[in-house]
């Protein structure tokens, strides 16, 4: 293993029976954000926990920040910010409390502690809401206030399970520039998530991960480049979906169809290609009700990859819809 | 800063939080000192004449004579609270705070039991301000009441470190909760609520084993009669068996917990 940031090998954990994570291979860079996707149960929050040393793996091995996560965990968490699933904040402590505690567990001298605390309050809005006790804060503003409790310390590493899951979509986006900040600035984050937008959004490499294996890693552009071209969706109003097919299969590919309404045909040149299309159909007496232009997106890619589809896949695919 | 003064700051830390969450959990704090307090009004007011009993110790009042099992009563409490929050600090993730951070393991526990001391030392100042409130004579003076404070307060720690060790053990605040009446039958087959040759067998041979026995009276005699080095030094090394057997099982706990996760 080199100098990544995350290096793993063969990693696997079991409980009992169950394989819940069955020896994975990544690697992540300095500075790169990593997404890790995977529906629930797939093995995400359980590599998470191996990788933050709060849980023994029971085969292979990995390094985080360049340490062995069995053999030196301390100076892996030293050099690791953590934010779990479920933020796992007291309700009976105050946001500035539970930041210098945070402090104080990462061995930051007691000034240094409260000043980095306050500066981490006022960062992620908190500063109003600092001296409430966390019971009373929203979910969003648990997740922001578990996010600066994670950063108290600089870390080189920041591992980020599930960060938004629950949030509505301001609060999502809040976080999604904050980790955007972070990176900015050199953290390496791995981020764990169900929401496809997301790693999309945010990821510059992704991992699919499903039963306990990886079934596809790469940026996300180049992922969903491998699925092959864009296609166009036409829902039609009059005419028989044969002709219609007939003229659109001029154009390109013909996909197989969803229902006897729906003609997709894949088109090299994407939007480009989109005039031809519709002057095809025209010649051939098809009235069209709706048309659009649907880029593969990453649950395509797992679907390509597992035959299912991802939960948590709130946005679906990467549509441009022109509607006739 | 030295790994050591880093640990002892992280349980400062872990203890100051530990005893605000009590205050701030009134459901926490109320038993450790409600329940003890009423069962000592109960227990004076309608046996006080035990006292009278032929082979009853002298002792001033039965008052006097109660104070330690009170303080007893409200250390086991307070023990007893210190699991279920270490439980309920599992159930929702907190303890993983904890564990993610760059600090010795053994200091979440320490930390923990940190704040268990103190509600010992509160409950056990607590009760010595109702004794002398309601006429109770402290024989062994100042000294004698700090060496009782100084029992009370280990004592509670220790019983905090059997708490933990069943908290990291089921990671369940309900299992620890479970516990509460076997609490009160180690004490009451101990000597703080009545002396052991007054009991019956079986419960005479137990309490004469029973490590609680040895502590109820290295915390009463000071109390009834003046210092005894000798009951002091037993009520240490019963301690100290109850500390290593917490340590014990926490640290296999703590072991276990992150084999399993």
Avoid at chain 1, 168 to 188: F, M, Y
Avoid at chain 2, 235 to 255: D, E, Y
Wanted: net charge negative.
């Amino acid at each position: 293993m080199g100098t990544a940031a995350i290096a793993v090998e063969r990693l696997e954990r079991s409980f009992d029976e169950v394989r819940a994570v069955q020896g994975i291979d990544l690697e992540v860079d300095e500075g790169e954000i990593y997404g890790f996707l995977g529906p629930n149960g797939a093995g995400k929050t359980t590599t998470v926990r191996m990788l933050t040393t709060l849980l023994l793996p029971t085969g292979g091995r990995a390094t985080v920040a360049g340490h062995d996560v069995i053999g030196e965990a301390r100076a892996v968490r030293a050099s690791i910010g953590v934010a779990l699933q479920e933020a796992a904040l007291d309700p009976l402590m105050t946001g500035r409390e539970l930041i210098r505690l945070q402090a104080t567990l990462q061995g930051l001298p007691g000034r240094e502690g409260r000043r980095r605390a306050d500066a981490l309050l006022e960062r992620v809005d908190l500063a109003d809401a600092a001296d409430r006790r966390v019971g009373g804060y929203s979910g969003g503003m648990k997740r922001r206030l578990d996010l600066a409790a994670a950063l108290v310390h600089e870390p080189r590493v920041l591992f980020l399970d599930e960060p938004t899951t629950g949030l509505d979509p301001v609060s999502r986006k809040t976080i999604w520039e904050e980790v955007r900040a972070l990176n900015d600035v050199g953290t390496t984050v791995f981020l764990t998530t169900q929401y496809l937008e997301e790693a999309d959004q945010l990821a510059d490499n992704v991992g699919i991960i499903d039963r306990g294996l990886i079934v596809a890693e790469g940026p996300p552009a180049k992922l969903k480049a491998e699925l092959g071209h864009p296609h166009v969706r036409l829902q039609l109003e009059e005419g028989s979906i044969a002709t219609a097919e007939e003229a659109c299969a001029r154009i390109g590919r013909l996909l197989p169809p969803v229902d006897g309404r729906t003609v997709l045909v894949e088109v090299e040149n994407g939007a480009a290609d989109i005039p031809r299309v519709v002057r095809a159909l025209d010649e051939a007496g098809v009235a069209v009700g709706s048309l659009e232009l649907v880029h593969p997106s990453l649950d395509d890619v797992f679907v390509a990859k597992t035959g299912e589809h991802l939960e948590g896949d709130e946005e679906g695919g990467e549509r441009g819809a022109l509607t006739a | 800063m030295s790994g050591l003064a880093t640990n002892l700051r992280v349980v400062r830390a872990l203890g100051l939080r530990s005893i605000r969450q009590t205050f701030r959990r009134p459901q926490l704090m109320a038993p450790i000192l409600v329940f003890p307090t009423l069962l000592l009004a109960i227990q004076t007011g309608g046996a006080g004449s035990a006292v009278d009993l032929p082979g009853f110790p002298p002792v001033q009042s039965f008052l006097q004579f109660m104070l330690a099992g009170a303080m007893m009563q409200a250390l086991m409490l307070a023990g007893n609270s210190g699991g279920i929050a270490l439980a309920v600090d599992l159930e929702m993730g907190f303890v993983d705070r904890l564990f993610a951070a760059p600090i010795a393991r053994y200091t979440i526990v320490l930390g923990r039991l940190a704040g268990t001391a103190a509600l010992g030392l509160l409950s056990a100042l607590w009760f010595f301000a109702i004794g002398i409130a309601f006429g109770a004579e402290i024989e062994g003076g100042i000294a004698g009441a700090a060496i009782a404070v100084l029992l009370v307060t280990a004592t509670a720690m220790a019983v905090g470190g059997i708490g933990s060790a069943i908290a990291l053990r089921t990671g369940t605040a309900s299992v620890v909760q479970g516990l509460f009446p076997l609490v009160l039958v180690v004490l009451f087959l101990s000597s703080a609520f009545f002396p052991v040759d007054l009991m019956i067998e079986p419960a005479r041979t137990i309490a004469e084993y029973n490590p609680f026995s040895f502590i109820a009276e290295g915390v009463r005699e000071p109390i009834v009669a003046g210092i005894d080095a000798r009951d002091t030094a037993e009520a240490l090394l019963a301690i100290a068996a109850i500390v290593a057997l917490g340590m014990g099982l926490s640290a296999r706990a703590l072991r276990h917990r992150l084999r399993v996760g």
